[in-house]
């Protein structure tokens, strides 16, 4: 059973900028993609970045150039640093985790997920 614990959200003016981190338990590296989803009031969830079980990394358009994601093997955690924030960014953020065939974009390719971190973001 493959357990994701998130932490790092709070709240920040626009221009700011956040780590969310997410430590996950239970499974070994390239066995499974991860991934982070954010989800606004009223809005579905969405893919905002992922790491491909073979390393590789995708981001979602409206966060490129602006947040990366990675991954320490040795502690077997995931980072979302987050910059350049805007007030549409604010949501609850989920860690994720499926897989190793999948890509960690899409919620229903999702088998886990974490208890999710809110990130508000003002102007």
Same mark, same amino acid.
């Given at each position: 059973?493959?357990? @994701?614990? #998130?932490?790092g959200?709070?709240s920040?003016? +626009? %221009? %700011?900028?956040?780590? @969310?981190?997410?430590?996950?338990?239970?499974? /070994?590296t %390239?066995?499974?993609?991860?991934? &982070?989803?954010?989800q /606004?009031?009223?809005?579905?969830r #969405?893919?905002v +970045? +992922?790491?491909?079980?073979? %390393?590789?990394?995708?981001?979602? #358009?409206?966060?490129?150039?602006?947040?990366?994601?990675?991954?320490?093997n /040795?502690k077997?955690? @995931?980072? @979302?640093?987050?910059?350049?924030?805007?007030?549409?960014?604010?949501?609850?953020y989920?860690?994720? /985790?499926?897989? &190793?065939?999948?890509?960690?974009?899409?919620?229903? #390719?999702?088998?886990? &997920? $974490?208890q $999710?971190?809110?990130?508000?973001?003002?102007?």
């Amino acid at each position: 059973q493959v357990h @994701l614990v #998130e932490s790092g959200g709070g709240s920040v003016q +626009a %221009g %700011g900028s956040l780590r @969310l981190s997410c430590a996950a338990s239970a499974f /070994a590296t %390239g066995s499974h993609c991860m991934g &982070w989803f954010r989800q /606004a009031p009223g809005k579905e969830r #969405e893919g905002v +970045a +992922a790491m491909l079980s073979d %390393g590789s990394l995708r981001y979602a #358009e409206s966060v490129k150039g602006r947040f990366t994601i990675s991954h320490d093997n /040795a502690k077997n955690i @995931l980072y @979302l640093q987050m910059n350049s924030l805007k007030p549409e960014d604010t949501a609850m953020y989920y860690c994720a /985790a499926a897989p &190793w065939y999948y890509t960690c974009r899409t919620p229903s #390719e999702v088998n886990y &997920w $974490g208890q $999710g971190t809110q990130v508000t973001v003002s102007s």
